[in-house]
């Protein structure tokens, strides 16, 4: 899994950085497999007073699920955007799962 983190609007500190790689591995590494195919986009944005982080997560060249949230601190964005990602991988893992047991 590679993370690309993107700042627009200020420069990202190693503290940043860490945190987010740290949130994503804790959150979407139990759904993402450690391959090398799957690339993790995290762009975050300042717009006036607030963060904007946007999460999107690509297999071979396709998006596979996204999102963006709003918070007061870069941080708070992140955390937001990133439990998004995971509830929506959990509903996609699931509903895997069950269309594999109830074809048997």
């Known amino acids: 899994m590679n993370v ?8 990202a500190t190693a503290s ?4 987010v790689e740290d949130s994503i591995s804790s959150h979407l590494g139990k759904y ?3 391959s090398p195919q799957i690339n993790v986009r995290v762009v975050m944005a ?4 607030m963060f904007t982080a946007c999460v999107s997560i ?7 699920v996204n999102a963006s949230k709003s918070a ?3 941080y708070k964005a992140v955390d937001a955007a990133v439990t998004h990602v995971a509830n929506g991988l959990r509903k996609y893992k699931e509903e895997k ?8």
């Open 4 to 11: 690309i983190i993107t700042c627009r609007g200020y420069k």
């Open 16 to 19: 940043i950085k860490s945190y």
């Open 32 to 34: 993402l497999h450690d």
């Open 46 to 49: 300042k717009e006036a007073h």
């Open 58 to 64: 690509h297999e071979d060249h396709h998006e596979f």
């Open 97 to 104: 799962t069950d269309k594999n047991h109830t074809a048997n």
């Open 72 to 74: 007061e601190t870069v």
